[in-house]
T-cell receptor, first 114, second 110 residues
Framework: EPEVTQTPSHQVTQMGQEVILRCVPI?????FYWYRQILGQKVEFLVS????????KSEIFDDQFSVERPDGSNFTLKIRSTKLEDSAMYFC????????????FGNGTRLTVT | RKEVEQDPGPFNVPEGATVAFNCTYS??????FFWYRQDCRKEPKLLMS???SGNEDGRFTAQLNRASQYISLLIRDSKLSDSATYLC???????????FGAGTILRVKS
């Protein structure tokens, strides 16, 4: 069964540094997402991406964050000048059709900001 | 009212028990409903979609009550491997995205 893959599985960075989290969505899916989950809290929507542009973003997704689809397969989340409170699991997801379709998640990147 | 609310539990049940979770949602116009399962520090995995007429998948039954704006998940003959957090997911009141509840913890004990 096709999978969403994410790299790295764990990223440790110092406060103020930039990180790039990478994702390869399922190949025939059209919608891509980033969600995050702070330890012990719920899964929160960050951003959705369709047709090479952001279709929606949450209030969490401020100027510190950006997304890109640099080629036909990768989907990246960049966090500039990381803060301690950015420490979380970051999940990439994709869906085949509309944003109401079931999401297929990657196994996540655990980001630790020290 | 929160967009999606769930009883956090934990629900501690013996193997073989039947257990039910409820979830309420605020968006009366929601059309998409799902139950996801999340194991500790893992990604959410789709358990089942929830259809208006209710649906069943083996030991799992999902139901939707639009009038009261809640969905339910029933697990029959619980297994140790059912121990996980069960996430209720609904499309958002504003915007075109799926919103997650905080989850209900299930612990099945032998």
């Amino acid at each position: 069964e096709p999978e969403v893959t994410q790299t790295p599985s764990h990223q440790v960075t110092q406060m103020g540094q930039e990180v790039i989290l990478r994702c390869v969505p399922i190949s025939n899916h059209l919608y891509f997402y980033w969600y995050r989950q702070i330890l012990g809290q719920k899964v929160e929507f960050l951003v959705s991406f369709y047709n090479n542009e952001i279709s929606e973003k949450s209030e969490i997704f401020d100027d510190q964050f950006s997304v890109e689809r640099p080629d036909g397969s990768n989907f990246t989340l960049k966090i500039r000048s990381t803060k301690l409170e950015d420490s979380a699991m970051y999940f990439c997801a994709s869906s085949r059709q509309t944003a109401d379709s079931p999401l297929h998640f990657g196994n996540g990147t655990r980001l630790t900001v020290t | 009212r929160k967009e999606v609310e769930q009883d956090p539990g934990p629900f501690n049940v013996p193997e073989g028990a039947t257990v039910a979770f409820n979830c309420t949602y605020s968006n009366s116009a929601s059309q998409s409903f799902f139950w996801y399962r999340q194991d500790c520090r893992k990604e959410p995995k789709l358990l089942m979609s929830v259809y208006s007429s209710g649906n069943e998948d083996g030991r799992f039954t999902a139901q939707l009550n639009r009038a009261s704006q809640y969905i339910s998940l029933l697990i029959r003959d619980s297994k140790l491997s059912d121990s996980a957090t069960y996430l209720c997911v609904v499309n958002a009141e504003y915007g075109n995205k799926l919103v997650f509840g905080a989850g209900t913890i299930l612990r099945v004990k032998s």
